[in-house]
């Protein structure tokens, strides 16, 4: 069973940087999985932020291009999602997610996803 375990984020300031970790207990190795980040917002729908295939592909969701960058280390079974210029409308609720899949392949669903972390919690004050 994988376990993923979440850190980082907590309180920011707009323009500013916060960096988020997911620590992942799995049986296999980890660059067998797809890694994601996902958040929400009170009252909004779960979207997904970044994602990162097995063997390295990457999507962002529009709104996080150019600012958000995910990453991993597969040797420490972590994934990262650096958060540079925050907006307001970063404010949510953010989740690290992983699944081991069939296809390599970079996914925004978040029904595809299998495991998921305990959630942070990212403020921002103007």
């Known amino acids: 069973e994988v376990q993923l375990e979440q850190s980082g984020g907590g309180s920011g300031q707009v323009g500013g940087s916060l960096r988020l970790s997911c620590v992942a207990s799995?049986?296999?190795?980890?660059?067998?999985?797809?890694v994601g980040w996902f958040r929400q917002a009170p009252g909004l729908q779960r979207e997904g932020v970044a994602s990162?295939?097995?063997?390295?592909?990457?999507t962002y969701a529009d709104s996080v291009k150019g600012r958000f960058t995910i990453s991993r280390d597969n040797d420490k079974k972590t994934h990262y999602l650096q958060m540079n210029s925050l907006e307001l409308g970063d404010i949510a609720m953010y989740y690290c997610?992983?699944?081991?899949?069939?296809?390599?392949?970079?996914?925004?669903?978040?029904?595809?996803?299998?495991?998921w972390g305990q959630g942070t919690k990212v403020t921002l004050s103007s």
């Open positions: 799995t049986p296999y190795p980890y660059h067998e999985y797809t």
């Open positions: 990162l295939a097995c063997y390295g592909t990457i």
């Open positions: 997610a992983a699944i081991r899949p069939l296809v390599c392949r970079a996914t925004m669903s978040a029904a595809e996803f299998r495991w």
